[in-house]
């Protein structure tokens, strides 16, 4: 595997190159997504680049500061931040008047008010065993009464939405209060996930059979074409009440800037945000070197000739200076995300909590070149090694613990001869059970993917076991994943609040029905540690509990930890404000960017 170096003849060609067409007279914000998205409906999806959108079209009650660093809540359509009770259990809110859904056929010509009674409906879809949320228990383990609600669902085959639900109270018409079945001490995060924005009643029954590309919000932009897997195009909604930016940004000098740049400004600042999918590395950089794209990710591939890298720190990386003169600005920030494979326990092959199974999951934990050839090959030493479930530098990661599999394939054989794996004639092993042994590995068809599978393919070639690559659409394999029908698959996810419980709920045995437990990893041990930090307020106990919880799943093994991920990503001269967000990593950023004449 060799590093592609086609960087420096690119830019000869790209700075003779004319633009590829004229201006729009609009503000047109072009971005790329290197995956396919799977729709607009806040209650059913989770994959990052739904939610990407989802986030510029609909309003949680609260929202995390631009520029704030440590992170920072703020109160987004709620008027101020919300009341707490004593005992931590009753949140009363009051949603600011005058705010609108943007224009909609569903409201027949009049202005719709967003209202409290908006908010209680859109959390009780969340408990609809129809809408079938992967993040359900983000709200049903919390909100008093909202399980049973939707309990009685599953019974009766529908969802009452005009039954009272005690923890669920419209006060008014702009006051709502929850009342939460225990103490919670990081609710306020989730009151800012970007899944909980309100949706319309009318619009959610309007367009019940295609809710996933009917999205009609509150947020700063509306969903004007979809073509799934190719384009999506947002365009700024009229109705939106066009706050004034109020980031708090840092002494750094970058922050200040984009403060001095942005003060007094309402937001957001270009007319149309255009999304291509582009899932190859290659072209998404082409376009962005062409002026097709106004910011992008530097792929791997050019991160030798783009950056330059510390050999010692990856903390410090700079711009090449022949970008630099172009006016291309780098961002360069570690991410509150994780890499991981995980196994689905309830598969017979690679399932399972029997010795010989944790035996087979370790060996190929073992097997897998982690520092050697995927931090190089894959990440160009742009990320560092995950030693816990958590993401480094969050609340809950564990920064004493080391569960990093330590890379030993020669061990890892020992492992599978111990407990059975022979090698047959064919110099492949066999179950114990003398079957042959086949691991499915779900992928994808991109060039990145392909090179990922190399580095697979010698994992288990090192260990004398046969893989299949399944190759479908990152989407596909997302929704095979939440039904438990793929054997193995690798992928990453950012967190949606910075805290470890974010990272550890995809781990409890409560999250395997909605499918957000993609490995169907169940141990009471963890359970326990789990509901345990819940009832915490952060400290030392409570990191004790995320400390518990790390080491039963190293003990078990459901997942091969990846690394956590900086973000070098690129922005041309002429864009204005551009500043990743640990939270709001794809879309976040869409609303405070400008785009200057160029």
Request: charged content about 20%; overall charge positive; hydrophobic content about 40%.
């Amino acid at each position: 595997m060799k590093h592609l170096k086609w960087l420096p003849a690119l830019l000869v060609g790209a700075s003779l190159m004319p633009f590829a067409h004229a201006a729009d007279p609009a503000k047109v914000l072009r971005v790329a997504f290197a995956a396919p998205e799977t729709g607009f409906d806040p209650g059913k999806v989770n994959d990052v680049y739904s939610i990407g959108v989802i986030e510029n079209i609909f309003d949680p009650l609260l929202r995390y500061d631009y520029l704030a660093r440590p992170l920072k809540l703020k109160p987004n359509t709620a008027a101020a931040m919300p009341e707490i009770s004593a005992d931590g259990k009753v949140y009363t809110i009051r949603i600011k008047p005058g705010i609108y859904f943007a224009d909609d056929p569903v409201f027949k010509g009049k202005k719709r008010e967003l209202t409290a009674a908006d908010y209680a409906y859109s959390f009780k879809r969340y408990a609809d065993p129809v809408v079938n949320s992967p993040v359900a228990n983000m709200l049903t383990d919390w909100i008093a009464g909202l399980a049973e609600a939707g309990a009685r669902a599953s019974k009766t085959g529908k969802f009452d939405y005009d039954a009272p639900i005690s923890g669920l109270q419209v006060l008014d018409r702009y006051t709502l209060r929850l009342t939460l079945v225990k103490p919670n001490y990081i609710f306020l995060y989730t009151l800012a996930a970007k899944q909980f924005g309100a949706v319309a009643r009318e619009a959610i029954e309007a367009y019940h059979k295609d809710t996933l590309s009917h999205p009609v919000g509150t947020g700063p932009f509306m969903l004007k074409e979809w073509k799934q897997g190719s384009k999506i195009v947002l365009v700024a909604n009229p109705s939106y009440r066009r706050p004034v930016f109020d980031g708090e940004p840092t002494a750094d000098p970058e922050d200040q800037k984009i403060a001095h740049d942005l003060a007094g400004k309402r937001l957001p600042l270009v007319d149309r945000v255009e999304i291509r999918v582009i899932e190859e590395d290659q072209p998404r950089w082409l376009s962005f070197l062409n002026k097709q794209l106004d910011i992008v990710g530097v792929p791997k591939a050019a991160m030798k000739t783009a950056l330059h890298v510390s050999d010692n720190d990856p903390f410090q990386t700079t711009l090449n200076p022949v970008l630099a003169k172009r006016g291309l600005r780098l961002s360069h920030v570690l991410n509150l995300d994780v890499t991981y494979a995980f196994f689905n326990m309830q598969d017979p092959v690679v399932g399972g909590y029997t010795k010989d199974k944790i035996a087979l999951r370790r060996a190929i934990a073992m097997a897998y070149p982690l520092k050697q050839e995927v931090l190089p090959l894959i990440y160009g030493n742009q990320a560092i090694p995950m030693q816990g479930v958590v993401s480094t530098g969050m609340a809950g990661s564990s920064p004493n613990f080391q569960g990093q599999v330590k890379y030993d394939p020669a061990t890892g054989n020992a492992l599978l001869d111990q407990f059975g794996y022979k090698i047959g004639a064919d110099g492949y092993r066999t179950l114990p059970s003398g079957k042959p042994l086949v691991i499915e590995q779900a992928t994808q068809a991109s060039a990145s993917d392909k090179q990922f599978n190399q580095i697979w393919q010698k994992t288990f070639d090192d260990l004398h076991i046969r893989v299949k690559f399944k190759v479908a659409k990152w989407n596909e394999n997302l929704k095979s994943a939440y039904a438990h029908k793929l054997q193995m698959w690798s992928l990453g996810g950012s967190a949606a609040m910075p805290d470890g419980d974010d990272s550890m709920i995809e781990l409890w045995s409560q999250s395997i029905p909605s499918g957000s437990n993609l490995s169907a990893f169940s141990r009471p041990a963890f359970d326990r540690a789990f509901e345990a930090s819940r009832m915490i307020p952060p400290g030392p106990e409570r990191e004790a509990k995320f400390e518990t919880m790390n080491r039963v799943v190293a003990a078990y093994q459901p997942y091969v930890l990846g690394v956590t991920r900086f973000t070098n990503s690129l922005s041309q001269g002429y864009v204005k404000g551009y500043k990743p967000h640990p939270i709001s990593t794809v879309g976040g950023f869409w609303r405070f960017v400008d785009i200057a004449k160029h």
